[in-house]
């Protein structure tokens, strides 16, 4: 099989790495990616009671598989398909369905601490982080969890508070300088996203 891509895209929670991937995704050839995102790799909580699983720190690194997501990702990068895990925010735990995800040219990981963990960074051949003012992504969240998750607008700005700020100051931002490449605005800045595509369409042919 030819040279695997493996590229990680971190940011906060709302900063528009979802765009980002998507404008890449639409920038190489069809079916040319395989988007892996750091969600569904959430920690299988079957032996937690209910109440347990409530009181998960969602946006804190321990909240991950890491082993599992090393051992897929290093899977796909030798040319192995593998069974990414689904996970249900509804019940905090990991589903019994799983994905199939073929290797394929370029790999995406994609999620708020894509770039915390040294053994992912060290796989990762162009490493981004998607920057974006705090108060744009609580905007973002508030739009999307109110719609989404039926969440009302201050239980979504006391989360923000009370959890997602404190939690992206100590783990995410401090990410920022493993990256290769920032780019501001997230998904709004098309010319930074343009030229990002660029790169990889050009790494990708050598």
């Given at each position: 099989m030819e040279?695997?891509?493996?590229?990680?895209?971190?940011?906060?929670?709302?900063?528009?790495?979802t765009t980002v991937v998507?404008?890449?995704?639409?920038?190489l050839p069809p079916d040319h990616v395989a988007v892996v995102p750091l969600d569904s790799y959430y920690?299988?909580?079957?032996?937690m009671t209910e109440e347990e699983r409530k009181n998960i720190n969602f946006?804190?690194?321990?909240?991950?598989d890491w082993k599992l997501l090393?051992?897929?990702?290093n899977e796909l990068r030798h040319g192995r398909a593998i069974e990414q895990p689904t996970y249900s925010y509804i019940l905090s735990n990991r589903l019994p369905e799983t994905i199939h995800v073929e290797p394929k040219p370029v790999i995406i990981i994609e999620g708020i601490m894509t770039l915390i963990n040294k053994k992912l960074r060290d796989m990762m051949d162009l490493k981004i982080f998607v920057d974006t003012d705090s108060d744009?992504?609580?905007?973002?969240?508030i739009q999307r969890d109110t719609i989404d998750r039926g969440r009302t607008v201050s239980m979504v700005v006391e989360r923000y508070l009370n959890v997602l700020k404190p939690m992206h100051e100590q783990f995410i931002e401090p990410t920022k300088r493993h990256a290769d490449l920032i780019i501001?605005?997230?998904?709004e800045n098309h010319r930074g996203i343009g030229i990002l595509c660029k790169y990889i369409e050009g790494i990708t042919k050598k």
């Open positions: 040279k695997v891509t493996i590229i990680g895209i971190a940011g906060g929670t709302g900063s528009g790495k998507s404008k890449i995704v639409e920038a920690n299988d909580t079957t032996e946006d804190h690194p321990d909240a991950f090393e051992k897929q990702l744009e992504r609580l905007i973002r969240n501001p605005q997230g998904g």
